[in-house]
Structure formats: structure tokens, C-alpha cells
């Protein structure tokens, strides 16, 4: 029996390491509610990622609920259909209406020159999402967002430590969020944050994950939980002490990726961007079936017989949920809709054997139209 590879497996420090960051947690019997692991790992993240301000949140999709609400915002939120189901649901679920950008089809993030067509005297904000690390053209973007007196909020959930023009990716916007989940680059088990620079934002977000409490006798906001606790904040802390060299394994992995599919014909591997410092959170190519030989699907049932799990990721657009059916028209995002049948991930985490990524080239390849 094979052994089952998965398109990811979370970064973890050893269980002694973590048995001794969360002994402090035992002694003073604080679990929750900013205690002294929070408050470190806030002040390390706030150093790592190069960002002026951040507020850590029990995960990402919370962090995203949160800063659109601390925005106040009102009516349309301009964003793209190509990403995971918590960008849409956090925009929905804040009673605000998305509506749909089409994609640049090398990098996969917001096509900035159908921004403008999109705007109406409805839009209170811009929303678009860093995909697999790539970063979207930010400066256009906030061009736009200037112009048309708009909120800019960024998912960075796939670009933990990345910088762009040696800035952290952060730092973009009026605010970003960053993903922690398991499956992330980084870890906290669970868990995410909001970084942004305004101070009154800061004050207003640090209320409404806390139940919109605003002392012990005064509630001024219909807040959410969206606490970190201290058992995440210490896993955070272990796992900031690997990240560089989890990134570092991961970019070896994604030039071996490289140099045995590029060039090959049918196969369109993700763009690489000038002035961005990757972290290799994702490998994804984009399958032409005709020119190729064989369909995304294909390729993915194949490598399945060998146990291997690459992910269709991200298929289906959220704008063609279920929940979601006859709100909106997918077609009207051409590119990300066929994009969307067409890409998927492939396996990539630090611990990763070089050997395996050969064989899932061996596989892909096997595939091939002769
Ligand atoms: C993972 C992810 C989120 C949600 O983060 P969680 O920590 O899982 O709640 C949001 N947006 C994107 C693009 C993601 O990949």
C-alpha cells in the first residue's frame, strides 16, 4: 500500500517544543482573552510581516467578517469569483452584495482594468484576494479605490511573508488579512489576523471580536467571538521559529515542479512576479486538454490511483455555489470560469520528498498527447 500524499501537511514544531511554550498557560491558568502568548505573538508578527498594526483573530475567515464590519461599510464590495468560499461568505454574511471581477489569466488575481466598468454609485469598497501568493497590482488598485472614494481590503490569506518592493504584502490597502489555518504556510492550528495602520479601525476591530465590548458596563457594538487563545498564539510562536526554512524547502520543491513542466505544451504553470518575495504557499498549473492530451480531471483520477490528492483548487467559482444559486451569473467572469475548470494544485509542503514531486511529473506526464 502506498502511502497517501496530500496536496498539503501543516508545519510543526516538535510535541516537546510545544509542551514547553504552553507550560507557562498551565501555571497561570489564563487560556484566553489576550493573555501573554497573544500579546508576544502579536509583537512578532507585527515584526515579521513589516506591518504597522495587527489583531490577531481565532482564524482568517473571522478576520475577514471582522475588518469589513469595523469598515461600517455599505452596499456593493467589488471582488473576484476565483477564490475560496470565505472571501464571497464573509462579504454575503456582512449583508453586503458582491459583485464579480473577472481575472488576469497568468497570475489568476483581479483583471484591475474591469474594476472601473463595475463601480456604481452603490460600491463601498474594493475586495481582492493575493491568489496563491500572487500579489495583485496593488498600486492600480488603490489609484482606483482613491479616485472613486473607495475601502480597499485585502485577502492575503495565501501570502504570509511575502513582500512586495521589499514592503510586506500587509501593508497594502486600508486593511489585509491573513490566513493561519492548518493548511497555510503558517500555522496557529486555527486562526488568522487583520493588519492596517488606522488607529480608530484598531479600536473598533479589537471590540467587535470581543462581543463589541467596550468596558465592564458598556456594549457599543453587535460584535462576534473571534478571540485567539493562548494554545493557538503558542503554536503560532513554535511555528514562527520554522517558517524561513519551511519557505526555503518549499522553493526547492517548486523549481524541481518547474524545471520538468515548463515548456511542456498544454501546461501553464503560475506567473512568476517581478519584485515579489514568494513563499511558494502553492503549485498550481493550468491544464489545456486539447493541446495536452488529457483534462485537469484526468490528470487529478490519475494521480488518485497512485494516493495522491492534488486539489481542484480554486473549482467551483463562489459565484456558482449552490447557496448562492440565481444571485449571480458566472459566465460574466469568462476567465475565471474556464480557468476554474481547468487549474489545480499540486502537492507542496516543506517536508515534501524530492522524489515524490518526480513522481507526480512522472504521472502528469505519462498523460501526454504523443
Ligand atoms: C484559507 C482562506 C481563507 C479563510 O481562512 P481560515 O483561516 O480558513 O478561516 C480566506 N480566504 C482565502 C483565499 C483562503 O485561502
Not at 47 to 58: F, G, K, Q, R, T
Not at 68 to 97: D, K, V, W, Y
Not at 247 to 276: F, M, P, S, W
Request: glycine residues 6%; contains cysteine.
Amino acid at each position: 500500500m502506498e502511502k497517501r500524499i496530500n496536496v498539503t501537511r501543516s508545519l510543526m514544531p516538535s510535541f516537546e517544543e510545544y509542551i514547553e511554550e504552553i507550560r507557562p498557560i498551565w501555571d497561570s491558568h489564563w487560556l484566553t482573552n489576550m493573555g501573554v502568548k497573544h500579546q508576544e505573538l502579536e509583537d512578532k508578527l507585527k515584526e515579521y510581516l513589516h506591518v504597522p498594526e495587527i489583531s490577531l483573530m481565532s482564524n482568517g475567515h473571522m478576520s475577514l467578517e471582522m475588518a469589513l464590519q469595523a469598515m461600517e461599510l455599505e452596499g456593493e464590495i467589488i471582488t473576484t469569483p476565483f477564490t475560496f468560499a470565505s472571501t464571497t461568505h464573509a462579504i454575503t454574511r456582512n449583508n453586503l452584495e458582491p459583485v464579480f471581477c473577472d481575472i488576469d489569466p497568468f497570475d489568476f488575481t483581479m483583471d484591475v482594468s474591469k474594476i472601473e466598468t463595475l463601480i456604481t454609485d452603490r460600491t463601498s469598497a474594493i475586495l481582492p484576494v493575493h491568489v496563491y501568493g500572487n500579489i495583485c497590482q496593488v498600486n492600480e488598485i488603490d489609484r482606483i479605490a482613491k479616485k472613486h472614494g473607495l475601502k480597499v481590503i485585502y485577502d492575503a490569506a495565501h501570502a504570509f511573508a511575502e513582500t512586495y518592493h521589499g514592503q510586506g504584502v500587509g501593508c497594502y490597502g486600508d486593511a489585509s488579512i491573513f490566513s493561519f489555518h492548518a493548511t497555510k504556510v503558517f500555522n496557529t492550528i486555527e486562526g488568522g489576523c487583520v493588519c492596517f495602520s488606522d488607529e480608530a479601525f484598531g479600536i473598533q476591530l479589537s471590540r467587535l471580536k470581543n462581543f463589541g465590548i467596550c468596558n465592564e458596563e458598556v456594549v457599543d457594538g453587535i460584535g462576534a467571538n473571534a478571540k485567539m487563545n493562548e494554545f493557538q498564539a503558542a503554536m503560532g510562536l513554535c511555528n514562527l521559529r520554522y517558517i524561513d526554512g519551511e519557505i526555503k524547502k518549499r522553493k526547492h520543491l517548486t523549481e524541481c515542479y518547474r524545471e520538468r513542466l515548463e515548456r511542456q505544451k498544454g501546461i501553464q504553470l503560475n506567473a512568476v512576479q517581478k519584485d515579489v518575495k514568494s513563499n511558494y504557499a502553492y503549485f498550481p498549473v493550468v491544464i489545456n486538454a486539447e493541446e495536452f492530451g488529457a483534462s485537469r480531471d484526468e490528470i487529478c483520477g490519475e494521480l488518485k490511483k497512485y494516493q495522491i490528492y492534488a486539489r481542484k483548487y480554486f473549482y467551483p467559482l463562489t459565484s456558482s455555489f449552490e447557496c448562492y444559486h440565481g444571485r449571480f451569473t458566472p459566465e460574466e467572469t469568462p476567465v475565471a470560469w474556464n480557468i476554474s475548470k481547468e487549474v489545480m494544485t499540486l502537492p507542496l509542503y516543506g517536508e515534501l520528498e524530492e522524489n515524490i514531486v518526480h513522481r507526480v511529473c512522472d504521472i502528469i506526464l505519462s498523460l501526454k498527447k504523443r
